[in-house]
């Protein structure tokens, strides 16, 4: 049965594991084992006598010795178990809670009124210098922009024309109501992040252009939760195929062309915790070494008490040994190439299929699994510290079952960001990634929204669909409300006048002296410079007068002239 010691013991013994022998022990530690350890190291046990009876006894007290000279033993009787500290209150912060009271507020957690005041100024700044018929925009215009492009990614129509998107025949009417088409390519166009002219001539950091946006934003995703006991870290993709210095080819990704981001998400409900954009090589040109162990310590920092799981291109023995020292456990799928791995679980021949091999140190443990004929999967856990075997007809140990359960945090969050992501067709990558930015500002929006309010919207199937259409719809309110010229549109006219009669004063706290406006439909749609008529077809025809029964904007061919006898 596998020991038992404490923190102070289990940093001791790592830093020299040949102390283990004259380690402290007490005779009570196997009565603080729960039943299910028990259970769990009985049903090991038995699953691993089948294996272990193949191995001769003068093996077992020599030993495995790899090729650094890591001592492995095939059985787990000079294995204790290490206890990780507490990890504490989890879920949202009690900053976030005090925050939201809406969705729209939860999203504003993330998209903050620095970071919308920074690309305000910014993209003024642009518009003045490229655009000579340039208009300043200011928070409420550039929110209803962000808006926007979030109602699009939500009707899927993150792929289609923007003029499609404005038609008054295939699209929707809260895209003219909220601004124009003109308007709307002039700030995607002038959009920034810095100002380019101040951009230093020779500079290491790739990410220079949008670092002061990337700071402000993935330091907000810290303060607003703390992740459950499992975490996950794994890569993204940001798709881009433009010009990029550090766009990176990855072919098991969909798009397989991006920008890559190291992402550590909560295991329960994929929050993306904290993110790391990979921008090339250093400046020296020479390949990073044990860059795997770099990211995910850097990701993991200020963790305690977590299990982190991760793939093989980040799992080494040196990256487990130090996430101990932090009291953090790693369970991961490792390569093959590793010098702390024995040779004994490299080997598949004359093994059977569903079988499984473990080797043992003071902390840590490994298993060779052959799923299939030729097929070896190996993985290393500082979690486990028995050869339990699940029951089923694959026999899958449990250290595989864990692994699977947790591998999918990173996936699950692009699967569910993927299905209404704002993303849209761009040759900037600044651009792509601040898209990316607000995808991820949405999903974690939404997790801490349903974490307040769980009963929100409960029966619906699509609740997040709905908390993005509320988001963004709250977006463009401001921006519509204030709207002083109405659309050419009858039906994008009568949305506005809707919006901001909803949005008046009057219509929210009416009182009994309050006049009772009444205009009528030509007062209401009479516009004040020269429109094109409503009722021509392919002809641009533009003039002042307006229908007096219906309100639509008319030319002299489709208008009739009465006189004022008549007209009554």
């Not at 670092?211 to 934003?217: F, G, P, Q, Y």
Request: proline content about 5%.
């Amino acid at each position: 049965m596998a020991r038992r010691y404490n923190a102070e013991e289990a940093l001791r013994l790592i830093m020299d594991p040949d102390s283990e022998e004259s380690a402290p022990s007490s005779g009570d530690e196997s009565d603080t084992f729960s039943e299910e350890e028990t259970e769990e190291q009985e049903s090991g046990s038995d699953s691993y006598g089948s294996e272990s009876e193949s191995e001769s006894g003068e093996e077992e007290s020599a030993g495995w010795i790899s090729k650094n000279g890591t001592r492995w033993s095939p059985t787990n009787a000079e294995t204790f178990r290490y206890v990780p500290a507490a990890t504490g209150r989890t879920g949202p912060t009690l900053y976030a809670l005090a925050r939201i009271s809406d969705p729209l507020s939860s999203f504003s957690l993330f998209l903050t009124d620095d970071i919308i005041q920074h690309i305000v100024s910014m993209t003024n700044l642009q518009g003045r210098r490229a655009m000579a018929d340039w208009r300043d925009v200011d928070s409420d215009e550039l929110r209803a922009y962000v808006g926007l492009i979030i109602l699009a990614g939500v009707y899927h129509s993150r792929n289609e024309a923007t003029i499609s998107l404005w038609s008054e025949k295939s699209g929707r009417v809260i895209f003219p109501a909220t601004m124009s088409e003109k308007r709307f390519r002039h700030i995607t166009r002038a959009v920034r992040f810095d100002d380019r002219l101040a951009r230093p001539t020779h500079s290491d950091d790739k990410l220079g252009p949008f670092r002061k946006i990337w700071d402000m934003w993935t330091h907000r995703l810290e303060m607003m939760f703390l992740p459950n006991k499992d975490i996950c870290v794994d890569e993204q993709l940001v798709r881009f195929k433009g010009r990029c210095s550090f766009r990176q080819y990855m072919p098991k990704k969909p798009g397989r062309y991006g920008l890559k981001v190291w992402a550590v998400c909560d295991v329960e409900t994929s929050y993306a915790w904290r993110l790391q954009l990979y921008t090339g090589k250093a400046a020296t040109g020479r390949a990073e070494t044990n860059q795997g162990m770099r990211v995910v310590l850097e990701l993991t920092e200020g963790l305690q008490g977590h299990s982190v799981t991760c793939d093989n291109s980040f799992t080494s023995y040196p990256l487990s040994v130090e996430l101990l020292r932090r009291t953090n456990t790693l369970v991961g799928t490792i390569r093959k190439n590793k010098p702390e791995l024995p040779p004994e679980l490299l080997q598949t021949r004359g093994r059977g299929i569903f079988s499984s091999v473990f080797a043992f140190t003071s902390m840590h443990t490994a298993v060779s699994y052959v799923p299939r004929r030729g097929k070896n999967v190996l993985l290393l856990s500082s979690k486990h510290q028995t050869p339990g075997i699940c029951d089923g007809p694959k026999r899958k140990p449990h250290i595989i079952r864990d692994y699977n359960r947790c591998k999918g945090g990173v996936d699950k969050l692009d699967q569910a960001v993927n299905d209404y992501s704002c993303r849209r067709r761009t040759r900037r990558w600044l651009l792509a990634l601040f898209h990316h930015l607000l995808d991820i500002s949405l999903y974690n929006g939404y997790v801490l929204w349903t974490a307040v309010d769980p009963a929100w919207q409960r029966n619906k199937g699509y609740r997040r669909r709905v908390y993005i259409e509320q988001v963004g719809e709250a977006l463009m309110q401001p921006c519509i409300a204030r709207r002083e010229r109405l659309p050419c549109s009858v039906l994008t006219a009568e949305f506005v006048r809707q919006a901001q009669a909803a949005a008046s004063p009057d219509a929210a706290d009416p009182s009994p002296d309050a006049a009772d406006p009444s205009p009528g439909p030509s007062a209401a749609i009479k516009p004040k410079l020269r429109r094109q008529c409503q009722l021509c077809r392919g002809k641009r025809k533009r003039v002042y007068s307006v229908c007096h029964k219906c309100g639509n904007v008319t030319c002299r061919d489709h208008s009739l002239t009465t006189c004022r006898n008549c007209s009554t």
